[in-house]
């Protein structure tokens, strides 16, 4: 993703809540790439969508259309499997965001186990980087997933913000300042070891400024929230209201 808001920081829209609003009924509407150009329209730097192995929301289908029709860098979500390997060196998107995944599971629960996946982590991150794919691995802010992410070759990590959020969402004061410390400290380690730092997973227009303050974090990358707020007040607007609260903090306004 290459255009900057503030000092480098980035927005991704994910949008595969588009499709599952979709799938509830079957046929194309909504429509997720009309989604994906209005959110660029609002400002998104790039498109994040994630391909699951049961497919239930973004479909290949999606892929194929993204692919071929955004104007803007698509980040391709997905689990580290020969399946989904095969399908990102098919179409080439400019990262991939490689993620913990599980059936039963509502949305993605907790960040990827690099330390345990190291090998056949190593070797589709290996794959995806010949290909001139950029590799992001979704990890939770801890010493030891940093540390284990550089060494299998990733060249960003995305810093799981679920547990802040909850915590931000239970009203627990101390509990949300001790996950922005996890998340401040895994950030700035994550750069020393010299990975570039997304972060993601949760943020709403109340919990978006802390993560924006840490200078380490180069893009968020922002789903639910947003395109549930679309159905308050259209998607365009709700990223230009988030682009706003993100630039603000950023700029030590907010
Ligand atoms: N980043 C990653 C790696 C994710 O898996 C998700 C959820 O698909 C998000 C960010 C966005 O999370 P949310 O939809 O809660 O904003």
């Given at each position: ?174 509990g949300?300042a001790s996950e922005?410390e ?73």
């Amino acid at each position: 993703m290459n255009s900057i808001i503030g000092n480098g920081l980035r927005l991704g829209v994910n949008i595969d809540h588009v499709a599952t609003i979709r799938n509830a009924r079957g046929g194309r509407h909504p429509d997720p790439l009309r989604a994906a150009h209005i959110a660029i329209e609002g400002g998104a730097d790039g498109i994040t969508a994630h391909l699951r192995e049961d497919r239930r929301h973004i479909s290949d289908f999606d892929i194929d259309r993204l692919k071929a029709e955004l104007t803007r860098p698509l980040n391709l979500e997905m689990a580290a499997t020969e399946e989904m390997l095969a399908i990102s060196l098919r179409h080439v998107p400019h990262a991939c965001c490689l993620v913990p995944e599980r059936r039963e599971e509502r949305t993605t629960e907790g960040g990827l186990d690099v330390a345990g996946g190291g090998e056949r982590l190593a070797k589709v991150i290996g794959e995806l980087k010949n290909a001139g794919i950029r590799v992001s691995l979704f990890i939770e802010a801890d010493e030891k997933a940093i540390e284990a992410s550089a060494r299998v070759g990733a060249d960003i990590v995305e810093l799981h913000t679920g547990a802040y959020c909850d915590k931000a969402l239970a009203n627990d004061i101390a509990g949300v300042a001790s996950e922005l410390e996890r998340l401040k400290r895994g950030a700035a380690l994550a750069k020393a070891e010299g990975l570039e730092v997304h972060a993601g997973h949760g943020l709403t227009y109340n919990t978006v400024e802390a993560v924006a303050r840490i200078k380490e974090v180069q893009e968020l990358n922002i789903g639910h929230f947003l395109i549930g707020e679309a159905v308050f007040g259209g998607l365009k607007a709700s990223v230009q209201h988030m682009l706003s609260m993100m630039l603000a903090a950023r700029n030590g306004a907010g």
